[in-house]
C-alpha cells in the first residue's frame, strides 16, 4: 500500500513538470522477499509513461485524458477513458456501501479485521468519484 501511495504521489509530481519532460526512477527493496522492484516515470507535454518491472511484459501510459495499459508481448491494449471510470465507479460503490453497512454491525474486534477495507475507501467516505483539478503544467489531472 505504501509503495502504491508512493507511486501516486510521483506520479501526481512527475506530470507537473511534464512541460519541460522529465524522467523520474525509483527502486524499492522488498525486505521480506529480499526483491528490488524498479519504477520509470517519464513525463512531457501532458503525456505520461510508467514503468514498473520489466517494461517488455506490460506499461501503462496516460495520454489524450485516457490512460492506455499495454501489454507489448500479447500486443494489446486497454483504454480506460472518463466514461469507463465512471462506469466502474457507478459499478462498484454499492458494493462499497453494502460492505460499510455491514461493518456498522460487527463488533469492534470484528471491525478491526476489517481496516483493510475501511482504507481502500479511504477519505472518500466509501464512494468512487471522479475529481478534476489543473495541474499547473497547461492540462487537468484526475
Known amino acids: 500500500m505504501l509503495f502504491r501511495t508512493f507511486c501516486l504521489i510521483a506520479m501526481t509530481l512527475a506530470s507537473l513538470a511534464a512541460q519541460a519532460g522529465a524522467v523520474l526512477k525509483t527502486k524499492v527493496h522488498d525486505i521480506a522477499q529480499n526483491k528490488d522492484s524498479a519504477t520509470l516515470l517519464y513525463a ?8 514498473t518491472g520489466d517494461p517488455q511484459k506490460s506499461y501503462a501510459v496516460f495520454s489524450n485524458d485516457a490512460l492506455y495499459s ?9 483504454t480506460l477513458d472518463r466514461a469507463a471510470i465512471g462506469k466502474m465507479a457507478d459499478q462498484l460503490n454499492p ?4 460492505l460499510q453497512e455491514q461493518m456498522a454491525k460487527m463488533s469492534p474486534e470484528q471491525a478491526d479485521r476489517c481496516a483493510v477495507a475501511q482504507a481502500a475507501c479511504g477519505e472518500t ?3 468512487l468519484r471522479q475529481t478534476r483539478r489543473h495541474s499547473g503544467a ?4 484526475q
Open 95 to 98: 458494493a462499497l456501501k453494502q
Open 125 to 127: 467516505g466509501g464512494e
Open 70 to 78: 499495454i501489454n507489448p508481448k500479447d500486443k494489446t491494449y486497454t
Open 44 to 51: 512531457q507535454d501532458g503525456n505520461l509513461r510508467v514503468e
Open 138 to 141: 497547461g492540462a487537468d489531472v
